[in-house]
């Protein structure tokens, strides 16, 4: 409409209007309307494009294409193994009807079809040579692997399949284990949280009664000290009364003594003296009891001696508490490790505790290194010094994985780990490592190697080093004694329970006899 506007616009000194399309003329100019009809045609032609549906008969990118197609191809729905072509349903019908194709083995299309064919003679590769573990087709078999493990394809499929059926069933066996440990897990999760949140409201709970007991205790105190107080205070002010008294009464009698002596009336004088000579009963100043300073001076030295105690009972509850924190064990637990490489990432630093050491052993100045001597050294006296054997602990405590070597010499040694609190002194088997339920022992002596624990002896077997490692795992409760050289070998193992943090300890046999700890480098 705008276009014919425009040509009659510039066409409008003309009588007439001609149809810029059929040339017809009109007079005078007519008005131009919508063609209602033509616009609904070219609507409907609009709407009949936009919602014709997509030809799924059609081979798409992800479809294996017919191969007989011309132009545009239809999807394949049968492949021939024996034509080795991908067939859409029509060029198919021949298979079904021509007694010719009637032993062709059909299949589902496959993108894959031409990789099954053998390049060099065009026919299916449909045997595997476990010589050379590929597939070959049957003139391969003739040719060039002629001689060699040949199966049909299915054949080695069968087998094969066999092999991952029971692949997938430890697989699935494997998926169910890790599923019920993740529930287990899960579980864990929710019971640490629960217990967590327990633990958190009953300790809030128990520092609540003991801050409310600490200032119950705290006004108890002020309270007896602001009452002994007010009692003393009282005293005190009773006898400044009398004492005042006195003083006013004593000053009122030397006003008469004064004028007495001043009379000039002997007379009188005579007669009064009798009554003003006499004095009363006085308090004696020497009975009260005056102490500068040192009023409630002792109830401070005794809050402060309980502020010291309750310090002490603290740090030692707060040690322990920290221990049983570090115990939670939220993890699986974790592999042992197989290589030396593997131990040396839990290895530790081990220092002797001269405090320990038997007046016969000598520390090096390091304190890794200890040496059986034949006379005492001039040690002082303390109560964690082992009396009878010759032996020492480490002064690192161990809750953790950790692993550390020794290197010995002489005749024998005693590579042990033991509580702190194993007895110095007493019966042979009280305090001597591996005699009793509180210390392991691995013994290296006359090439020859025993475990002792509560004084029980187990032989144990393994090759013959002067280098002893140990592998402690506290939480899981392991502790490995191997034999170190240039690979490790397991001497003893234990499995139990410690209910303390464990010390590394050593004992020696014979004078001279050394062993040390080593520094090893952790990765």
């Not at 899960?186 to 007991?213: G, M, P, R």
């Not at 006499?278 to 009891?289: G, H, K, Y």
């Not at 690192?396 to 194993?422: D, H």
């Amino acid at each position: 409409m705008n276009s014919i506007k425009t040509y009659w616009d510039e066409e409008h000194e003309k009588k007439a209007h001609s149809c810029p399309q059929c040339r017809q003329t009109f007079t005078p100019r007519p008005v131009l309307v919508k063609n209602t009809m033509l616009a609904d045609l070219i609507e409907e032609k609009k709407t009949g494009l936009q919602t014709a549906p997509a030809d799924h008969r059609y081979a798409g990118p992800k479809d294996v294409a017919c191969d007989f197609c011309t132009g545009r191809k239809l999807k394949a729905t049968k492949a021939c193994l024996t034509c080795l072509v991908s067939y859409c349903e029509k060029h198919l019908q021949p298979h079904f009807e021509s007694q010719t194709f009637q032993k062709h083995n059909l299949v589902e299309p496959s993108k894959y079809l031409p990789e099954n064919i053998c390049s060099r003679h065009d026919r299916m590769r449909n045997i595997f040579c476990r010589t050379d573990q590929q597939r070959i087709c049957y003139l391969c078999s003739m040719d060039e692997h002629k001689g060699h493990d040949t199966v049909s394809a299915a054949a080695e499929r069968t087998e094969r399949q066999i092999k991952l059926e029971g692949s997938r069933q430890k697989l699935q066996q494997r998926i169910q284990d890790r599923e019920k440990d993740m529930k287990l897990l899960q579980q864990e999760v929710e019971d640490i949280s629960l217990s967590a949140d327990k633990a958190v409201e009953d300790s809030e709970k128990i520092f609540t009664e003991l801050i409310n007991l600490m200032e119950k205790r705290r006004s108890d105190v002020k309270q007896q000290i602001r009452s002994q107080q007010e009692t003393e205070m009282s005293r005190v002010k009773e006898l400044q009364e009398k004492l005042k008294q006195e003083i006013t009464e004593l000053k009122r009698k030397d006003t008469s003594l004064e004028q007495l002596l001043r009379t000039e009336d002997h007379i009188q004088f005579v007669h009064s003296y009798p009554s003003l000579s006499a004095l009363s009963e006085s308090t004696d100043s020497s009975n009260i009891n005056i102490r500068p300073l040192r009023y409630f001076e002792d109830v401070t030295a005794a809050v402060s001696e309980l502020r010291d105690q309750l310090q002490d009972v603290f740090r030692e509850t707060c040690t322990s508490i920290s221990l049983r924190l570090s115990e939670v064990d939220v993890l699986l637990p974790l592999a042992e490790p197989k290589t030396r490489a593997e131990f040396l990432k839990y290895s530790c630093e081990i220092t002797l505790d001269p405090n320990t050491a038997n007046t016969y052993l000598l520390l090096s100045k390091g304190k890794r290194k200890a040496t059986l001597m034949s006379k005492p050294q001039s040690y002082s006296n303390q109560p964690e010094r082992f009396t009878y054997w010759h032996q020492v602990l480490s002064r690192e405590s161990m809750t953790g994985s950790c692993y550390w070597e020794v290197e010995w010499s002489g005749t024998g040694v005693y590579v042990a780990v033991a509580y702190k609190n194993i007895s110095r002194t007493g019966s042979v088997n009280e305090c001597g490592f591996g005699r009793n339920d509180q210390s392991w022992a691995l013994i290296s002596y006359l090439n020859t190697y025993t475990f002792l624990h509560n004084n029980i002896k187990s032989s144990v077997s393994g090759p013959w080093f002067s280098s002893v490692g140990v592998y402690l795992d506290h939480r899981a409760g392991i502790l490995s004694f191997y034999s170190v050289s240039e690979s490790l070998n397991l001497l003893h193992r234990v499995q139990t329970t410690f209910t303390q943090p464990l010390h590394a300890g050593v004992l020696l046999v014979y004078n001279g006899d050394t062993a040390q700890f080593c520094k090893q480098q952790n990765n």
